[in-house]
């Protein structure tokens, strides 16, 4: 056998031994067989993408059935490196019932192949199926505790919502094929690209493509689904955060070429994504739950890479992708030693950044940002680096804020690490997928920068001056995240009403009323 079909049938084995293994969990619950497939799956995508690079192995010159982007390699070996570590967890958490171990098994494994199959085909059709076959089995994860009120209620509204994204999805595929006379991604890819405007038509496809991530990803207001989602068990809640909701992000970075040349689709991810970001960012400082701050801090991040695709700056959008799954699957899988962890951290004695404090700070980061942007001739959009600005101010004016205490020249050290860091990291991944010219232009950066700035005003006060007395009704705005879930909650039930269970309450003791008179 040649290298060249070597090199188109690897990925396709992955999701296909994922689903073998699936099937294998009728008798018992094979976790050893489960992570044995993760791993090797992950191997796999490592080599092939290792061997791409070096010209050892080559994909198909037809490239029609294989992956739809290089890009995918490095999505499907973070898919199956996750899949196999929530499998080790899950193996912990779920022992004790051999029936829920085998339901629970199964089911986790059909989502990853589900996900391996929309991450490694180039194919419209079956990437709308993998989509909705993600959906459907993520549910019976979502409702793996059906007498739980609010994990139904949620996965009742994710459920509602997941179909809407779907109909946008077929909508576009559809719009696509009748546009461009084929079912292949890589041949759609082409054609825009060689194209010098879009048609209406693509317009519209891409306007869909947009609504579809958006919704996938749990914008603003369609986002109460995913902060109630956290009474499903906690492996299931690692595995939505790091791997299935990126999936939006990963969508838009599939169709790129068609994502750049739409203004209303980058238009739309901008204002969505953008406000989304800052709002989450800022409700996340106001709960107390980890699970639910982690959850809230999702929404932000995918709203972050919402405006980094809509902004062409792709390459940054996969290593946000990267970097936050594997951050949400520690954290959800610790979050148990994180809650101690947040207490000592809250009861640690802090000291607030005066005036002064904050001068300094910005002056030293915006000194470190402007001159590695000068160094390496960075071109437009530059919110981005105003973003990574904010944050090293944060983390300057800050050293003596938090349960541990820094100099000056070794937090600005810190700085300096982290952002060479950052852009080699970033500078890498432009082998896989590269940035791409917009036209949204100085307006959209602008409009992301005056966010920002918001952001940065905002965490000051409520980290600061949530004393003040006109502070506490703020606060509690953010706190109820606005009330913008209970709106979309009783719209949703008004228009396609559901019964919930019944709340059973064991600590309730129920005496005959005879007994109570001896």
């Avoid at 546009?179 to 890589?186: K, P, Q, R, V």
């Avoid at 799954?325 to 899988?333: G, H």
């Avoid at 307006?443 to 001056?465: H, K, N, S, T």
Wanted: aromatic share 12%; charged share 15%; with cysteine.
């Amino acid at each position: 056998m040649s290298m060249q079909w070597i090199g188109t049938l690897m990925p396709w084995f992955i999701p296909l031994s994922l689903f073998v293994a699936a099937i294998t969990n009728e008798r018992r619950a094979s976790w050893g067989l489960a992570r044995g497939v993760t791993l090797v799956g992950f191997m796999l995508a490592v080599f092939l993408g290792i061997a791409i690079s070096f010209d050892w192995v080559s994909l198909s010159d037809d490239r029609r059935w294989t992956v739809a982007s290089d890009a995918s390699l490095i999505v499907l070996g973070l898919v199956t490196f996750i899949g196999f570590i929530n499998i080790g967890y899950s193996r912990s958490y779920m022992s004790g019932n051999s029936e829920d171990e085998k339901r629970y098994l199964r089911w986790l494994l059909v989502t990853l192949g589900s996900v391996a199959i929309v991450i490694t085909t180039n194919h419209m059709l079956v990437l709308a199926f993998g989509w909705l076959a993600i959906t459907l089995s993520l549910h019976r994860l979502l409702i793996f505790y059906p007498n739980r009120q609010r994990a139904v209620l949620a996965a009742y509204k994710k459920y509602i919502f997941a179909r809407i994204a779907e109909a946008c999805l077929l909508g576009a595929v559809l719009i696509l094929y009748y546009e461009h006379d084929t079912w292949f991604i890589s041949e759609i890819y082409s054609n825009v690209q060689a194209a010098d405007v879009l048609s209406n038509w693509d317009k519209f496809a891409a306007l869909l493509l947009a609504l579809a991530a958006l919704i996938k990803c749990a914008q603003l207001p369609l986002h109460g689904w995913l902060i109630q989602v956290v009474e499903a068990p906690t492996p299931v809640s690692a595995l939505l955060h790091a791997g299935i909701i990126n999936l939006g992000g990963y969508l838009l970075i599939v169709f790129a070429p068609l994502i750049v040349m739409s203004d209303v689709a980058q238009w739309m991810l901008l204002i969505v994504g953008g406000i989304t970001t800052v709002l989450a960012a800022l409700v996340m400082m106001t709960r107390a739950s980890v699970k639910v701050r982690l959850a809230w801090s999702t929404m932000s991040q995918m709203g972050l890479m919402m405006v980094e695709c809509a902004l062409g700056l792709f390459e940054l959008a996969l290593l946000h992708l990267i970097a936050h799954s594997c951050y949400k699957a520690y954290a959800f899988l610790n979050s148990g030693s994180e809650v101690e962890a947040s207490m000592k951290r809250r009861l640690a004695q802090s000291e607030t950044p005066k005036a002064k404090d904050w001068t300094i700070a910005g002056l030293i980061s915006i000194g470190l940002v402007a001159g590695l942007a000068v160094a390496m001739q960075v071109p437009e959009p530059y919110s981005p680096w105003l973003l990574f600005a904010i944050a090293l101010t944060l983390l300057v004016a800050e050293r003596r804020g938090r349960s541990w205490t820094a100099g000056l020249p070794e937090i600005i050290g810190l700085a300096a690490f982290l952002l060479i860091v950052y852009s080699i990291q970033k500078s890498s991944l432009s082998f896989f997928v590269e940035n791409l010219p917009t036209s949204v232009g100085w307006a959209g950066d602008l409009w992301i920068a005056f966010l920002l700035m918001l952001f940065m005003a905002g965490y000051i006060l409520l980290r600061y001056y949530q004393h003040l007395p006109w502070m506490a009704k703020v606060r509690r705005a953010f706190y109820a995240g606005f009330y913008l879930d209970e709106l979309v909650t009783r719209l949703n039930l008004r228009i396609y009403p559901t019964r919930l269970p019944v709340r059973f309450k064991p600590k309730k003791l129920q005496v005959p009323k005879e007994e109570l008179y001896h």
